[in-house]
């Protein structure tokens, strides 16, 4: 999965991109890259790890950022591919898949623009740039570029005559993060911890500013007339543990010895009590629960292999059917509907982008019952379950 973070700040952000990329190390991902503006638009990319592109940015200063890992999904894994992607003085980072850029791409190359790399995301660099031709405020372009696009994204657009960084996002996470000195967005919280606690999450087709001074949010609602936005101020309670690789080679390894803790950790409210309250799943849960008749896990990968055993326990102990479906398959095939039936979405991260959908598809199908089993509590997942 890629990961975004971006910063215009009073401080040097080079370091704060960096380690924000550091944090997102645990979705996996091919290439890494950032683009600053100092004061002209310096663009650095790396195959490989993250610590690769920290070597290259050693000694670099600037105040306004952005940068991305990248897990391939058009063309390979290498530096012409790794993002950003640029037109002109305007860099993109991008996650997510664009669904008509053959389209948007052969319109684009009509008009003269030439395309350096084979990724999707190249398309919306030159796309906010000929919207810039006629719309020369950078969050208009933005606005105006994002309604041509179909599919899942978040993006951040960057370009070296404005003091703004833009985001935008459809389908895929992307938040803020307030800070004293500063304005940042993310595709995850924990990417943020190190300069602020303070974030607001962004919805589907929001459209947001951001300024050393504060951010600007219009939605998908106020879009035309550019009406600002009211969007909730939340303070994160995660905390560096739950980000911190640690002495571990790699997360994985991480989350491999810390099993025993963490299923201590989850079992001992529920072994210390008398009985069995479906408030241990929430304030929600006993109304949600009850009447429940059916389950139905969607899930991707190792969760979906998790859910396959939590069928057997849970027809064993519940005496009720329960159904695995692998999340990225499920959306796009034809199936009944059960409004008594509870959705259980298994991720680990909580911002697996297939299974994200599927439970959005559940909701839009009316089975509107949904839990999340994830190890972040304040990511995509956990929220759209919530």
Same mark, same amino acid.
């Given at each position: 999965?890629?990961?975004?973070?971006?910063?215009?700040?009073?401080?040097?952000?080079?370091?704060?991109?960096?380690?924000?990329?550091?944090?997102?190390? %645990?979705?996996?991902?091919?290439?890494?890259?950032?683009?600053?503006?100092?004061?002209?638009?310096?663009?650095?990319?790396?195959?490989?790890?993250?610590?690769?592109?920290?070597?290259?940015?050693?000694?670099?200063?600037?105040?306004?950022?952005?940068?991305?890992?990248?897990?391939?999904?058009?063309?390979?894994?290498?530096?012409?591919?790794?993002?950003?992607?640029?037109?002109?003085?305007?860099?993109?980072?991008?996650?997510?898949?664009?669904?008509? %850029?053959?389209?948007?791409?052969?319109?684009?190359?009509?008009?003269?623009?030439?395309?350096?790399?084979?990724?999707?995301?190249?398309?919306?660099?030159?796309?906010?740039?000929?919207?810039?031709?006629?719309?020369?405020?950078?969050?208009?372009?933005?606005?105006?570029?994002?309604?041509?696009?179909?599919?899942?994204?978040?993006?951040?657009?960057?370009?070296?005559?404005?003091?703004?960084?833009?985001?935008?996002?459809?389908?895929?996470?992307?938040?803020?993060?307030?800070?004293?000195?500063?304005?940042?967005?993310?595709?995850?919280?924990?990417?943020?911890?190190?300069?602020?606690?303070?974030?607001?999450?962004?919805?589907?087709?929001?459209?947001?500013?951001?300024?050393?001074?504060?951010?600007?949010?219009?939605?998908?609602?106020?879009?035309?007339?550019?009406?600002?936005?009211?969007?909730?101020?939340?303070?994160?309670?995660?905390?560096?543990?739950?980000?911190?690789?640690?002495? %571990?080679?790699?997360?994985?390894?991480?989350?491999?010895?810390?099993?025993?803790?963490?299923?201590?950790?989850?079992?001992?409210?529920?072994?210390?009590?008398?009985?069995?309250?479906?408030?241990?799943?929430?304030?929600?849960?006993?109304?949600?629960?009850?009447?429940?008749?059916?389950?139905?896990?969607?899930?991707?990968?190792?969760?979906?292999?998790?859910?396959?055993?939590?069928?057997?326990?849970?027809?064993?102990?519940?005496?009720?059917?329960?159904?695995?479906?692998?999340?990225?398959?499920?959306?796009?095939?034809?199936?009944?509907?059960?409004?008594?039936?509870?959705?259980?979405?298994?991720?680990?991260?909580?911002?697996?982008?297939?299974?994200?959908?599927?439970?959005?598809?559940?909701?839009?199908?009316?089975?509107?019952?949904?839990?999340?089993?994830?190890?972040?509590?304040?990511?995509?997942?956990?929220?759209?379950?919530?």
């Amino acid at each position: 999965m890629c990961g975004i973070v971006a910063a215009v700040a009073a401080r040097n952000i080079v370091p704060v991109l960096i380690e924000g990329l550091m944090k997102l190390e %645990y979705r996996g991902y091919d290439s890494a890259g950032l683009a600053l503006l100092n004061p002209t638009l310096t663009r650095l990319r790396s195959v490989g790890r993250v610590a690769e592109l920290a070597a290259q940015a050693a000694g670099q200063v600037a105040h306004h950022g952005i940068a991305h890992t990248r897990w391939a999904t058009h063309g390979v894994p290498s530096e012409r591919n790794a993002h950003p992607h640029v037109s002109a003085g305007l860099a993109v980072v991008h996650n997510g898949i664009i669904e008509n %850029y053959a389209e948007l791409k052969q319109e684009l190359v009509a008009e003269g623009y030439v395309f350096a790399s084979d990724t999707d995301t190249e398309v919306i660099a030159h796309l906010v740039r000929h919207t810039l031709k006629s719309t020369p405020d950078l969050f208009e372009a933005v606005r105006l570029a994002k309604a041509r696009l179909i599919g899942a994204y978040a993006i951040a657009v960057l370009q070296e005559w404005d003091d703004a960084i833009v985001v935008a996002r459809h389908g895929a996470p992307l938040l803020l993060g307030l800070g004293d000195d500063g304005s940042y967005a993310a595709s995850d919280a924990s990417a943020l911890l190190q300069v602020t606690r303070r974030m607001i999450y962004l919805e589907d087709g929001d459209v947001a500013e951001l300024r050393r001074d504060g951010v600007r949010i219009v939605g998908a609602d106020g879009a035309a007339a550019n009406v600002p936005a009211d969007r909730p101020v939340n303070e994160s309670t995660l905390s560096a543990d739950d980000v911190e690789l640690g002495d %571990y080679t790699h997360y994985m390894q991480k989350e491999i010895f810390e099993q025993p803790q963490a299923l201590a950790a989850t079992l001992e409210m529920i072994g210390g009590a008398q009985t069995l309250s479906p408030n241990l799943f929430g304030v929600a849960a006993p109304e949600m629960l009850a009447g429940v008749k059916s389950v139905l896990i969607l899930a991707c990968g190792t969760s979906y292999h998790s859910g396959l055993v939590a069928r057997y326990w849970i027809e064993q102990l519940a005496g009720i059917p329960c159904s695995v479906e692998i999340a990225s398959e499920y959306r796009y095939r034809i199936s009944v509907p059960n409004p008594e039936q509870l959705v259980v979405a298994i991720s680990q991260s909580g911002e697996t982008a297939d299974t994200l959908a599927s439970v959005k598809h559940a909701r839009a199908l009316g089975m509107g019952r949904t839990l999340a089993i994830c190890n972040v509590a304040e990511s995509a997942i956990v929220r759209e379950c919530a």
